[in-house]
């Protein structure tokens, strides 16, 4: 199994609502990541977890709460968010184990996600 | 800090060889990528090269690394319908724990494949 499955594919949400976004691996990874990615740009990284633990916030506005339940999960909760939130959030997972590892991330499909 | 550029577009006619060029800013990076997306998909990973390597030939795809001038290309061999995507180049940089890679990806070429 080399997927990376996200839930919701799509979700629209006002601006007051809560909302979270699901990501779950099955490969055994130890490194989790969340990436927003605007249309026609590159992904752009937000957060990444390593061992479970919160290792890189890329200064990302408090209204996006990143969690990492066990191994295997990582959520994102959105409170509060703004119309330009609206992009691609991807989720993706990699394993790094040696210097010579390519440590390449595997992507899942996104959530597209619309603020109104 | 820097962008690593590609160039925004390019069309090439079904069968010919298509050339996607990246200028990359880490000449430290162990690994060098290539990711493909389609529309309204995630990203998917191509091939690589390791930063020793001057060239990778994988199937139908080539990849040319030139450190010196930190270029990398990917070329694509009897390009396809089914090769129309956005094509991605990206670096890593290991973080400090040693288990994950912060990649930072090029601006990105949309391919388009006319018949």
């Known amino acids: 199994d080399t997927e990376v499955t996200q839930t919701p594919k799509h979700l629209v949400m006002g601006m007051t609502n809560k909302k979270s976004l699901k990501c779950e691996q099955h490969?055994?990874?130890?490194?989790m990541y969340w990436y927003k990615q605007k249309a026609k740009k590159p992904p752009e990284l937000m957060f990444v977890?390593?061992?479970?633990?919160?290792?890189i916030n890329e200064s990302v506005p408090s209204r996006f709460s990143p969690e990492c339940p066990n191994s295997s999960l990582l959520n994102l909760h959105l409170h509060a968010l703004q119309p330009e939130d609206s992009a691609l959030y991807l989720c993706?997972?990699?394993?790094?184990?040696?210097?010579?590892?390519?440590?390449?991330?595997?992507f899942g499909e996104g959530s597209r996600l619309t603020v109104l | 800090g820097e962008d690593v550029e590609q160039s925004l577009f390019l069309s090439v006619r079904e069968g010919d060889s298509s050339v996607i060029n990246c200028t990359y800013t880490?000449?430290?990076?162990?690994?060098l990528y290539w990711y493909k997306q389609e529309p309204g998909a995630g990203l998917q990973l191509l091939t690589y090269?390791?930063?020793?390597?001057d060239m990778k030939q994988d199937q139908r795809l080539t990849v040319l690394l030139n450190k010196k001038d930190k270029h990398l290309s990917l070329r694509i061999a009897d390009t396809q319908t089914g090769d129309s995507a956005i094509y991605f180049c990206a670096e890593p940089a290991i973080i400090n724990t040693g288990t994950a890679s912060k990649l930072t990806f090029g601006t990105g070429t949309r391919l388009q494949v006319t018949l």
């Open positions: 880490d000449s430290s990076s162990t690994y």
């Open positions: 490969m055994g990874h130890r490194a």
């Open positions: 090269i390791f930063s020793n390597m």
């Open positions: 977890y390593s061992y479970e633990k919160l290792s």
């Open positions: 993706a997972s990699s394993q790094r184990l040696r210097d010579r590892d390519t440590g390449e991330l595997f």
